[in-house]
């Protein structure tokens, strides 16, 4: 084997530090493009390559692309099996949950300003749980603050120019302004939690049972032990699930079914029933594509819109405008679908996550500890917390929104989702012969002290009442106008009515 002779030194690495910052100072110390220390310290696969060396090899999590042996004689301690070990201190007690490590890393790089500052980078930094360094208590850094791109978490020239230095030419870390002698620096950490969940790896948990959504969640809920909530769900015979091969039967996931259109349909009535009181007028006129004759339509109520496309979202309908009144828009024919095997949620946009918590929690519970109304509390309590939280989301876009007659897009829509869902964790205990015990955990979220408040532009009883006397123009509706009477008027109306609605639509 070759004998590479690098400029290093074995303290120039930090306990969690992460391969990133450490490739980061090789290239700095030696002057050696990232392409050029993958070739060097790559595997034998990698020496083989003889076109462009891709992600899988250039990744950290296994290091699979890098060879062990050089690496440990170049470095002077063995990386891959370091790196190993540390991974699998923090990610320890996650072990029951049965997930790639991937999972709990973020894929590009998030770094702390203060420790990138003297060249280090740790895991930690990576980890899904964590916002806050934990040696600093800073925020982390998701993006490079001039650009405002992100850079993947790999060996990669893809965002990085010169070492530490986003392609834009921002610097993470000013080279120039530290010597060398600062990757000695001691990295202390601060965070109770971190320290508790590092020095807790493996033990302590064992009893318990954890339900979460591994990107919703954080080792502070993880660590906290003081509960929202406590429930007790009596483990009586007829609580339990009873279906063949661990599943649920198709009652059961009728039954769930169900809940999650009531709980859908009471928010929607609460609504109606306070914020969107004075607006049941403004919602039909929107609603229903409302209009005094072939003329422009009135301006769309913030509380409207907010209402009627939040509703649309939830529920992943095709039109946000409703022509038959009569007919519910929320259990279509997918019902038709619905199995033991298949289940199915009127809140598609969460629809995932909902399944995720199903799916979770018949695979972490054993046979005994399978309580049905206990899931059905997990599913109904995701739902309504969510409901409720988008609802505000849509509110907040609604007044500019409402006046330039626009709506977001699915890719705009889905930050909106991701926001709505706050963090949270369940615990289960230990069941007894009686009942199983709950824990739900949440992060206290601030509420917003002036919830936003718009103008109605249909306050007054006369427009009330001329709302009750417009006539429907959905697109439907005027196509059948020009079929029957093709005018020039008709056919220029039809024209407008299409257009608006192609602006409004998601
Ligand atoms: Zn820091
Ligand atoms: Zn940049
Ligand atoms: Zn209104």
């Known amino acids: 084997m070759k004998q590479i002779n690098i400029i290093w030194r074995k303290e120039w690495t ?25 070739r060097e310290f790559g595997s034998s696969d990698v020496k083989k390559l003889k076109s462009a060396i891709g992600n899988i090899w250039r990744e950290f ?5 890098f060879d062990e042996d050089i690496l440990t004689n170049v470095l002077g301690f063995n990386l891959k099996y370091q790196n190993n070990q540390t991974i ?86 000013n080279p120039i302004k530290w010597l060398w002698r600062d990757w000695n620096k001691a990295y202390v950490l601060q965070n109770s939690s971190v320290l508790q969940w590092i020095s807790n790896y493996g033990g302590a948990v064992e009893d318990e049972t954890w339900l979460f959504l591994p990107q919703h969640t954080s080792l502070e809920l993880m660590c906290c032990i003081k509960p929202q909530q406590i429930r007790r769900f009596s483990n009586q015979h007829n609580n339990m699930i009873r279906g063949s091969n661990f599943r649920l039967t198709l009652e059961q996931n009728k039954a769930i079914f169900d809940d999650n259109k009531d709980i859908f349909k009471s ?60 007919a519910d828009d929320i259990e279509n024919d997918d019902i038709k679908t619905l199995s033991e095997t298949h289940l199915l949620f009127a809140t598609k946009l969460i629809g995932d996550e909902l399944k995720y918590l199903y799916e979770q929690y018949l695979e972490i519970n054993k046979l005994k500890e399978r309580n049905f109304q206990l899931l059905r509390w997990i599913l109904k309590k995701f739902t309504a917390d969510f409901c409720f939280k ?50 739900y955990y949440t992060k206290q979220t601030m509420k917003q002290q002036t919830i936003t408040e718009y103008k109605c532009p249909n306050y007054s009883q006369r427009s009330k009442y001329i709302i009750n006397t417009m006539r429907t123009y959905d697109p439907l509706g005027v196509a059948m106008d020009v079929y029957s009477s093709p005018t ?18 998601i």
């Open 488 to 505: 020039s008027e008709n056919k220029q109306f039809k024209k407008y009515v299409d257009q608006y609605v192609a602006r409004l639509e």
């Open 267 to 326: 928010i929607d009535r609460y609504l109606r029933k306070t914020i969107l009181y004075k607006h049941s007028h403004c919602i039909k006129q929107f609603r229903e594509l409302r209009n005094t004759g072939q003329v422009e339509f009135p301006r769309i109520c913030p509380y409207a819109y907010a209402y009627v496309f939040w509703r649309q979202s939830i529920l992943k309908n095709s039109n946000f405008y409703r022509v038959n009144r009569r």
């Open 88 to 173: 699998n201190k923090i990610i320890g007690p996650l072990h029951k949950y049965h997930h790639w490590p991937n999972i709990w890393f973020r894929n590009h790089l998030r770094w702390c300003q203060q420790c990138i500052s003297s060249g280090f980078h740790s895991w930690l930094h990576q980890f899904i749980l964590i916002d806050k360094c934990p040696y600093h208590e800073m925020d982390l850094m998701e993006e490079c603050p001039k650009c405002f791109k992100q850079i993947p978490f790999l060996l990669s020239d893809v965002r990085l120019s010169k070492p530490f230095t986003c392609k834009c030419g921002f610097a993470l870390s």
């Open 390 to 439: 988008f609802f505000d989301e849509w509110l907040l876009i609604a007044g500019d929104r409402s006046e330039s007659k626009t709506v977001p897009r699915w890719t705009n829509i889905y930050p909106m989702k991701q926001v709505s869902i706050s963090k949270f964790i369940i615990k289960l205990k230990k069941p007894t012969e009686d009942f199983i015990e709950v824990a």
């Open 14 to 38: 930090k306990e969690y530090e992460s391969p990133w910052s450490i490739f980061e100072k090789v290239s700095l110390a030696n002057l050696a493009a990232r392409n050029v220390i993958i």
């Open 61 to 65: 999590i296994t290091l699979e692309g």
